[in-house]
């Protein structure tokens, strides 16, 4: 609809009203003139004819009327005029007024004055329209200061807060906003609110956004505000989306202000690392006897919660009056040669070390205590030298550097404080650690090294197991028995490595170990080892447990012998008694069946008593040569030997020999042959020995050859001894059995099963030869007979050598 | 007669054996070696065998098999008297078949009388 002004409308309702009266007023007062007019000039008309003189004055007269009409007429019609004008303006007038009050109202109310009112008068369309108005101001008013009161709120409100538009442009921030952060309102409004966030914080907010906007729910988040000043303020953000026809149309802010909170958190954070530092370096210290690897890690530990970049660690020698390094930890390389030992009272470690008090400097280049100092030179800012203080005595200092100026707080340099007592206290613990270490340690040494020595000493194999039966000590003797070299069983099981099995060959090990059986270690057990070669060797193992001081077994000690020798020689000597007590029964037999016939009177005859008689004797005598020999044996065992040497001719103790075994030598048809030339030179001897060695080796010949052989003893001179060679067409002796024969009973199978022997013929010749200076050799083939050769010292070279001897011995006099 | 065989390769074993049953009036016949044993047993058919055991040629063991072989000295008494004392030899005189197993040295007259048991009418079983 078209509003049309008030005052036109006025001008329009004016000219109407003056176009209504006026213009109707003088068209009659004209035609009041005209008529007038037209009938005065009658009259004149009239009064001439009638007249004439009076038609002048009538004419006259009438003039003047005519005149004085029109004049009045126009008068009329111009105060008439007036008149409506002045009436129409009056009209518009009040027609206008109304409308002026309404105008002024508005114009008041747009201006802000919500208080205005229209004044209501009557009852007409006006006072209508006035109270519609005021009405409608009423309720302006009553809106106005309800969003009075919330503009209050938000200018009042202590939390900062902001308005963003969809596009996340600021619409709106509120006086605390400006007051935390500084921005001014008009600073900000209108910029982009991804402006006031760092490139860290960014990422967080734009997925804020995107997601929380999206979905339409409030929430509230963790983020920094960068602040007028630069500075990131950490603040909580309450963010609630603003919801226009189910789409964001912005977004509400209201932060939190948390940098006190993240403060006392940082605070709590370092505090909890520094606890942590303490903790570690406490435990460390305690639990590591290594003071180099005490303090390097004491240095990482304090760098590292102190953010500081480089560190060392210096012990004092307090009788050197030196400080030396320890370990560093990011010490420029050119300056570590230079800071590897101070002198007490040299640089700051070697004041602080003498003061026993901290000393930090948080810029080196501008603490005027600091000059000449190599640390200047490494351009390093903050420094810190700290005591490392024991009980009584500063045991060290603590050095540490930063690259850019480092403010000490005084709770860091409490914690530093803490940490320099606990590695204070570690190093005077670890040196009298180390003192009494050292001197142990030598006590031990010499008792390991003594145990050692004994050990490998021994000729029984010795090793240890841990409790689970792990190989710990492997001696010289079991790896000599078994061939195992000890670097290749010790930390095996015992089970690997020897699984021992009884003499039937049953496996020991499980259920039924050596180890875990007998505790006492007492009695051997027998068992088979197994060895290198893939043998089985017997053993006697003794086993004994190796208590701590609790009692409890830690491990065991484990004895074995290699009881092979020991086994064969109990064979050979079951063997020998057996023998023995063989060779002794058919003596015996004689002995006693013939002397019981003699006295029970059956012999009559004294021929037959007599030759009874002489077999007793013989038989007696072959008893008691076998008595002489078991106690020769005796003797060469005991190595109780009496040899009584004198010049022996071989000759007639070879015919000697000889002519003792003529009966054998008939029996078996053998032809015995002495080669020797007559002029051999006595040998140096016990004539009985020699008669033993000759006899046992010739009767060797006869035993083991079949009849008919042929036996031939030769002498000759050999440089300075006599050879006596004794050759047979025997039997021969198996290759295996050759480098045996020498050995007490041991006797070649084949042999023992064809004649009677002790086991102990070859040996005493061995024996008596050694006991000579002499030697014996042997050569034999299996079927084409045996060639042994004794060889003894000559009598002439052994009286010279005596003589020579004398006399010296009477010159030397 | 009673025949008694007697093997030994200790001359001395078998003239005190021999002298001793002669003067009880028991014939002997014997052998120095294993092999003359089977032979003289199958020869001379003795009514008891005294036997050694270590001997040249064939020893007594193998001299017992052999003999036990033939049917007839199936029953034939055999002492073996061997200077082996053991419980073991004993046992391996006894599988061979020797009847009686002494050790020596023996008493010749312990002997003479086990013969004696062993060859009367009454008392020839085994022992």
């Known amino acids: 609809m078209k509003i049309r002004s008030p005052k036109r409308l006025a001008a329009k309702i004016l000219v109407l009203f003056m176009a209504l009266s006026v213009v109707p007023a003088l068209f009659f007062g004209a035609r009041l003139v005209l008529m007038a007019s037209s009938h005065l000039d009658k009259d004149v008309n009239v009064w001439t004819k009638l007249e004439p003189a009076y038609a002048e004055h009538a004419r006259t007269f009438h003039d003047g009327m005519k005149e004085r009409l029109r004049k009045e007429i126009a008068s009329f019609a111009l105060y008439g005029s007036f008149i409506a004008a ?3 303006l009056f009209a518009s007038g009040l027609l206008l007024r109304p409308l002026r009050k309404l105008t002024e109202g508005v114009r008041h109310i747009g201006s802000g004055n919500l208080h205005y009112r229209l004044p209501v008068q009557g009852n007409d369309e006006f006072a209508a329209l006035s109270r519609a108005f005021n009405a409608m101001a009423d309720s302006l008013q009553k809106r106005n200061d309800e969003l009075g009161r919330k503009e209050r709120y938000i200018e009042k409100m202590l939390d900062p807060m902001w308005v963003l538009d969809a596009g996340n442009r600021i619409f709106d921030v509120n006086p605390a906003f400006t007051k935390l952060f500084g921005h001014r309102k008009d600073e900000v409004v209108g910029r982009d609110a991804r402006e006031f966030f760092d490139n860290a914080n960014l990422p967080v907010f734009d997925l804020q956004m995107r997601e929380k906007r999206e979905r339409g729910f409030a929430d509230v988040y ?12 950490p603040v909580l953000i309450s963010c609630s989306p603003i919801m226009e026809n189910g789409r964001a149309a912005g977004e509400i802010g209201v932060f939190k202000d948390i940098s006190m909170r993240k403060e006392l958190e940082d605070d709590i954070v370092q505090k909890n690392k520094e606890l942590y530092a303490l903790n570690t370096i406490a435990a460390i210290t305690s639990h590591s006897l290594d003071l180099i690897e005490i303090l390097r890690n004491t240095v990482k530990e304090a760098i590292a919660i102190t953010g ?34 101070f002198k007490f009272g040299e640089d700051l470690p070697g004041l602080v070390v003498i003061t026993g008090d901290t000393v930090a400097v948080s810029n080196v280049s501008r603490d005027p205590r600091i000059f000449r100092h190599a640390v200047q030179e490494t351009g390093m800012k903050g420094y810190l030298c700290l005591p490392l203080k024991s009980k009584d005595r500063v045991q060290g200092i603590l050095c540490m550097l930063s690259a850019e100026e480092h403010l000490f707080t005084g709770s860091e340099l409490e914690f530093l404080e803490s940490v320099g007592h606990i590695v204070g206290v570690a190093i005077e613990n670890i040196k ?11 006590l031990v040494d010499l008792e390991k090294n003594r145990a050692e020595a004994i050990l490998s000493s021994i000729t029984e194999g010795v090793y240890t197991t841990d409790r689970d039966l792990r190989i710990t000590y492997w001696n010289r003797a079991a790896e000599e028995i078994t061939g195992f070299r000890a670097c290749d069983v010790v930390g095996r099981t015992c ?7 009884d003499e039937q060959g049953e496996r020991l090990c499980r259920d039924r170990c050596v180890m875990r059986r007998g505790n006492n270690g007492g009695e051997a057990l027998h068992v088979l080892c197994p060895t290198a070669g893939g043998e089985k060797l017997p053993t006697a193992l003794t086993s004994a447990p190796i208590r701590d001081a609790s009692g409890e077994e830690t491990g065991r000690v484990n004895v074995f012998r290699d009881i092979t020798r020991a086994k064969e020689i109990d064979r050979m000597k079951t063997d020998f008694v057996r023998t023995v007590s063989h060779e002794l029964r058919t ?18 005859e004294d021929k037959a008593a007599q030759e009874y008689l002489e077999t007793i004797h013989t038989e007696g005598q072959r008893l008691a040569s076998m008595v002489e020999e078991l106690l020769d044996i005796a003797r060469i065992e005991s190595g109780r030997q009496e040899i009584r040497k004198q010049a022996v001719t071989v000759q007639p103790v070879v015919e000697n020999c000889i002519n003792l075994l003529k009966g054998r030598i008939a029996a078996k048809n053998i032809t015995v042959t002495w080669q020797g030339p007559s002029g051999l030179p006595p040998v140096s001897a016990d004539r009985e020995k020699l008669h033993q060695v000759v006899f046992n080796l010739l009767n060797n010949a006869l035993c083991y050859s079949d009849d008919g052989a042929s036996v031939t003893i030769h002498g000759a001179r050999r440089d300075d001894a006599l050879a006596l060679t004794f050759e047979d067409t025997g039997w021969g002796i198996p290759e295996q059995d050759l480098p045996h024969i020498f050995k007490k009973f041991y006797r070649s199978k084949p042999h023992a099963r064809r004649v009677k022997g002790t086991g102990l013929g070859l040996p005493l010749v061995l024996e008596i030869v050694k006991s000579h200076g002499g030697s014996i050799d042997v050569q034999s083939a299996p079927a084409k007979g045996s060639t042994f050769t004794v060889t003894l010292p000559l009598a002439e070279d052994e009286m010279k050598k005596r003589n020579n001897e004398s006399g010296n011995g009477s010159i030397g006099a | 007669m009673t025949k008694v065989l007697i093997v030994d390769d200790e001359p001395f074993v078998i003239r005190m054996l021999r002298d001793k049953l002669r003067n009880a009036g028991i014939s002997v016949v014997s052998a120095v070696n294993g092999k003359e044993a089977v032979g003289l ?15 040249p040629e064939m020893n007594g063991i193998d001299a017992c098999k052999a003999i036990r072989t033939n049917p007839e ?26 009847t009686y197993y002494i050790t020596k040295p023996f008493s010749p007259r312990r002997i003479l009388r086990l013969v004696e048991e062993c060859t009367q009418p009454s008392g020839g079983g085994r022992a």
């Open chain 1, 587 to 604: 003596p015996l037999s004689a002995i006693v069946g013939m002397t019981e016939m003699l006295m029970d009177g059956e012999i009559r």
């Open chain 2, 73 to 98: 000295h199936a029953g034939t008494p055999i002492i073996m008297l061997t200077a082996k004392g053991q419980e073991l030899d004993e046992k391996k005189g006894r599988d061979a078949g020797a």
């Open chain 2, 41 to 55: 047993a199958m020869s001379e058919r003795p009514d008891l065998i005294i036997m050694d055991w270590m001997m």
């Open chain 1, 495 to 501: 089970r690997e490595v020897l699984a021992h099995e």
């Open chain 1, 222 to 233: 963790e983020l920094s505000i960068v602040c007028r000043r630069g500075n990131n303020i």
């Open chain 1, 86 to 88: 002045a009436a129409a």
């Open chain 1, 308 to 341: 500081m970049d480089a560190g060392g660690i210096y012990i004092a020698d307090h009788e050197a009056r030196e400080l030396t390094c320890a370990g560093h930890v990011g010490v420029p390389e050119q300056f570590v040669a230079r800071m590897q030992s």
């Open chain 1, 432 to 442: 009298f650690y180390n003192r009494e270490r050292s001197r142990l340690t030598g």
